[in-house]
């Protein structure tokens, strides 16, 4: 047993790396070695703990399972020709982290537990990053209530927890997007913009029936009118019309606010778009479409970086998008997975080191 910075470290007997392929690898199906523990009771967190990844033990009466006391947080780890290991801008989901807690009434997590826990945890476990092009190592941190109590109220005490798990592409192919007007993923005041487990939850129905038409996923509007388009699945959107990049701004408090929107939008700025943050109505994007200067909508995040849709779909209007021929998002992918791969230069100092 080895204790650095409080973290208490109890190394895997054996590593489950030698019989292991990276070859075919499913969004968050295989995990590594170890995972990070910590339990936070009397109001401190104690018993900060990196040991090999396992079960928990819980119980039924878990506050977490009855009402919804959930977080998590979803960040990257990339591998440079070198073969140093960086995690992408872990810091921005460190306070995304600690500003859903709030919201979800739970405790704010220390950054020496956050922060310092992840990097030792993934400098633990740095050979599982995969060593291809758009492959990473998908870190989730994670909190929930573990009272064992039912009743409605703020539990006292909770567990935070993290594993990492290696992936590849995630939405490799340009997608088919519904704009939805019955269903509604959130309303001003609610909880959108936290990374709440319930947010979820709530949105598999929706996205189900989406797909049973063909879809991929949806476009969310505003709950008020349905007129002001919002996100799509676990990505925010981008809109290119003429020589500006326009997406929902983040003022109602119903969007994520995506670390790789900010990171995409940052680039763009630099490739000479005008990038607007503003409220943007699907009349608007239609009447762009109908007039041929709405040049490109993608998805971005964490997962897959930057998704394109091939179609976006208003009720029986169908725009297509023939995404063979775009050059703006590639050219921004290409640009971030060569900056989280360390073939250009991270001038936003967005890469971390690990180790
Ligand atoms: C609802 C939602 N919107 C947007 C995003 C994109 O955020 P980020 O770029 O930080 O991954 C995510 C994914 O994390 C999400 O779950």
Avoid: C
Avoid at 23 to 47: C, I, Q, R, S, V
Avoid at 290 to 297: D, W, Y
């Amino acid at each position: 047993m080895v204790v650095t910075t409080g973290i208490t470290v109890n190394k895997a007997e054996q590593s489950k790396l030698h019989d292991f392929s990276f070859e075919h690898l499913p969004f968050g199906k295989y995990f590594t070695d170890h995972m990070l523990e910590a339990d936070y009771e009397n109001g401190e967190w104690k018993n900060v703990e990196i040991k090999p990844y396992q079960p928990l033990l819980l119980s039924p009466s878990l506050a977490a399972l009855h009402y919804g006391q959930a977080i998590f947080e979803g960040i990257k780890a990339y591998r440079d020709k070198e073969g140093h290991a960086y995690i992408f801008r872990p810091q921005d989901n460190y306070k995304r982290f600690n500003i859903s807690a709030e919201r979800m009434a739970m405790p704010p997590v220390p950054e020496e537990i956050f922060m310092e826990g992840m990097k030792q945890l993934v400098a633990l476990d740095n050979n599982w990053i995969p060593n291809k092009e758009d492959h990473s190592l998908y870190i989730r941190p994670f909190m929930f209530a573990t009272d064992e109590m039912i009743g409605v109220r703020p539990s006292e005490s909770y567990k935070f927890l993290i594993i990492l798990s290696p992936t590849g592409p995630y939405y490799a192919e340009p997608m088919r997007i519904y704009v939805e007007e019955k269903y509604v993923r959130a309303a001003p005041g609610g909880i959108g913009f936290a990374k709440a487990a319930g947010n979820y939850g709530a949105v598999l129905y929706p996205s189900a029936l989406a797909k049973q038409k063909g879809y991929d996923q949806v476009l969310w509007t505003d709950a008020v009118e349905h007129k002001y388009v919002q996100e799509i699945g676990t990505m925010n959107v981008v809109f290119i019309i003429g020589n500006k990049a326009i997406t929902p701004d983040l003022a109602s408090g119903t969007i994520l606010a995506g670390v790789t929107r900010d990171s995409v939008l940052t680039l763009l700025k630099e490739a000479g778009f005008t990038v607007e943050e503003r409220p943007i109505s699907i009349d608007e994007i239609i009447d762009a479409y109908k007039a041929g200067t709405l040049r490109e909508v993608f998805g971005t995040g964490t997962a897959a970086t930057i998704s394109p849709l091939k179609e976006l779909r208003y009720k029986d209007f169908i725009m297509s998008f023939d995404t063979d021929q775009w050059e703006i998002s590639p050219m921004i992918k290409n640009w971030l997975t060569d900056i989280r791969e360390g073939r250009r230069e991270d001038k936003y100092g967005w890469m971390v080191k690990v180790g």
